[in-house]
T-cell receptor, first 115, second 114 residues
Framework: ELKVEQNPLFLSMQEGKNYTIYCNYS?????LYWYRQDPGKSLESLFV?????AVKQEGRLMASLDTKARLSTLHITAAVHDLSATYFC???????????????FGRGTQLTVWP | DGGITQSPKYLFRKEGQNVTLSCEQN?????MYWYRQDPGQGLRLIYY???????QKGDIAEGYSVSREKKESFPLTVTSAQKNPTAFYLC?????????????FGQGTRLTVV
């Protein structure tokens, strides 16, 4: 079974600072997704990373994928309060038998940005 | 507008009752999923369906049942066998399980046992 670990689980940072959230996974996969969840709300798709070396950026967030290291990072640049949320990474096994199509989620990183 | 609709938003269940959570999508997606989220936890897969009239158990299927009679609909029944059903339930869909599995989520149903 694929295991996905995120760290840190809790992150409190000041506005204007930079930080990185890490997502490690245990089995070979080249498909990784980042989601955002606001309190009491559903999940919103942020990034889809489909190959080794993939890098995507949206505003102050940048995600990358290193499939050889089984690692994805979500980098936050010059944080602002509006980025406060819980961020999840999710991995799928691709076309591999009975696991076809299912996602494995990390526990999430709860980010709080304060003035 | 295309999307995934879950209902109800809040649901209260008495001990021993079965309840059904609705999930409908008009995105023409083949694959649909049910996840459970507990406070401070990630999402755990209950059931998923890659095609009409077919579904597979996820990691925590005990005490739950599903059906997939129509492409658009994937209802989840929480049975009395589920001993701790209080949680946030999220339904999702994706274009096809064989390709990109970017899942789009409904707004969730918060189930509470009273």
């Amino acid at each position: 079974e694929l295991k996905v670990e995120q760290n840190p689980l809790f992150l409190s940072m000041q506005e204007g600072k930079n930080y990185t959230i890490y997502c490690n996974y245990s089995t070979t996969s080249d498909r990784l997704y980042w989601y955002r969840q606001d309190p009491g709300k559903s999940l919103e798709s942020l990034f889809v990373l489909l190959s080794n070396g993939a890098v995507k950026q949206e505003g102050r967030l940048m995600a990358s994928l290193d499939t050889k290291a089984r690692l994805s990072t979500l980098h936050i640049t010059a944080a602002v309060h509006d980025l406060s949320a819980t961020y999840f990474c999710a991995v799928d096994m691709g076309n591999r038998g009975s696991t076809l199509g299912r996602l494995y989620f990390g526990r999430g990183t709860q980010l709080t940005v304060w003035p | 507008d295309g999307g995934i609709t879950q209902s109800p938003k809040y649901l209260f269940r008495k001990e021993g009752q079965n309840v059904t959570l609705s999930c409908e999508q008009n995105l023409n997606h083949d694959a649909m999923y049910w996840y459970r989220q507990d406070p401070g936890q990630g999402l755990r897969l209950i059931y998923y369906s890659q095609i009409v009239n077919d579904f597979q158990k996820g990691d925590i299927a005990e005490g739950y049942s599903v059906s997939r009679e129509k492409k658009e609909s994937f209802p989840l029944t929480v049975t009395s066998a589920q001993k701790n059903p209080t949680a946030f339930y999220l339904c999702a869909s994706s274009i096809t399980a064989a390709l990109i599995t970017e899942a789009f989520f409904g707004q969730g149903t918060r189930l509470t046992v009273v």
